[in-house]
């Protein structure tokens, strides 16, 4: 089994919908990260969390919201999704300690029409 | 501004054909540098971590290095299954935030 796990691996919706990805880990990380992927942008910092009580906005955070439910899992939330949400989504978790690398799910790819 | 830039974009190499990846950073303060590897449609893997200029790093075909303005990726006579994009970050806001360049996509061609 993955050591993080996203879902849905795909999913279509309709704009104006509301949607959530989940995301869950079996790593034992207290850092969780939500990335989007776009051609020609690179993997752009959405939320980052770093305990169930610490909730940071990224970059790019405007349209969405998290929750994290537990330590475990970190989920996104698209309100009301717009066309131009339509993506790649990654989930990545880190050890607190400093200068350690993320560890990727494999990725929601979620397109709005 | 934290920055990450990296070049060239897109990479075709003939096998066993060697070359480097580029990743020049600004950031206040480098706390790691990390190479991933990514397949299409897949997570981002990883590679490599880099902490202080002069510190390589070796992986079967792939060597990285770091001064303090860049680091390279260096690919070593590369093979078809070497294809993917090769991704480049470093640590920002403190150590609390990984910034990526946007990719060298290489592929290898028989």
């Known amino acids: 089994d993955a050591d993080v796990t996203q879902t849905p691996r795909n999913r279509i919706t309709k704009t104006g919908k509301r949607i959530m990805l989940e995301c869950s880990q079996t790593?034992?990380?207290?850092?969780m990260y939500w990335y989007r992927q776009d051609p020609g942008l690179g993997l752009r910092l959405i939320y980052y969390s770093f305990d169930v009580k610490d909730i940071n906005k990224g970059e790019i955070s405007d349209g969405y919201s998290v929750s994290r439910q537990a330590q475990a899992k970190f989920s996104l939330s698209l309100e009301s999704a717009i066309p131009n949400q339509t993506a790649l989504y990654f989930c990545?978790?880190?050890?607190?300690?400093?200068?350690?690398?993320?560890?990727f799910g494999q990725g929601t790819r979620l397109t709005v029409v | 501004e934290d920055q990450v830039t990296q070049s060239p974009e897109a990479l075709r190499l003939q096998e066993g054909e060697s070359s480097s990846l580029n990743c020049s950073y600004t950031?206040?303060?480098?706390?790691?540098l990390f190479w991933y590897r990514q397949d299409p449609g897949k997570g981002p893997e990883f590679l490599f971590t880099?902490?202080?200029a002069g510190e390589e790093k070796e992986k079967e075909r792939l060597k990285a290095t770091l001064t303090k303005k860049e680091s390279f990726l260096h690919i070593t006579a590369p093979k078809p299954e070497d294809s993917a994009t090769y991704l480049c970050?470093?640590?920002?806001?403190?150590?609390?935030?990984?910034?990526f360049g946007t990719g060298t996509q290489l592929k290898v061609e028989l």
């Open positions: 970050a470093v640590f920002t806001g403190g150590g609390n935030k990984l910034t």
């Open positions: 990545a978790t880190r050890d607190r300690a400093l200068g350690t690398e993320a560890f």
């Open positions: 880099l902490y202080s």
């Open positions: 790593k034992g990380h207290d850092r």
């Open positions: 950031v206040s303060g480098l706390r790691g």
